[in-house]
């Protein structure tokens, strides 16, 4: 079993600027692949940006440009650097981790979410 607990969400201003961390514990030598997802009110959760333990990234469009996601392998744990915030940004953020195959990731644990808030 995975267990992931996300921290630094937070209020920011239009423009600001946090940083999201996420740290595994439990079975981690099964993980290759870790994430964040984000879900506003009345959406559904969608893809913020994921990182293979080989270092292979991808972003969604929203945001490329203004976040970027890094992980320490060793000790998986993922941050999620934030950078120009728009309201827009305002969601529950969630950490994910898994494993990476060819051409997929597969997220199997999930983190409980640490909110965002953007204020305009």
């Known amino acids: 079993q995975v267990h992931l607990v996300e921290s630094g969400g937070g209020l920011v201003p239009v423009g600001g600027s946090l940083r999201l961390s996420c740290a595994a514990s439990g079975s981690i030598f099964s993980i290759d692949a870790m994430g964040w997802y984000r879900q506003a009110p009345g959406k559904q959760r969608g893809l913020v940006a994921t990182?293979?333990?080989?270092?292979?990234?991808n972003y969604a469009k929203s945001v490329e440009g203004r976040f970027t996601i890094a992980m320490d392998n060793a000790n998986k744990t993922v941050y999620l650097q934030m950078l120009s915030l728009k309201p827009e940004d305002t969601a529950i953020y969630y950490c994910?981790?898994?494993?990476?195959?060819?051409?997929?990731?597969?997220?199997?644990?999930w983190g409980q979410g640490t909110q965002v808030t953007v204020s305009s």
């Open positions: 994910a981790a898994g494993l990476s195959r060819p051409g997929l990731l597969q997220f199997n644990a």
């Open positions: 990182i293979t333990g080989g270092g292979s990234t």
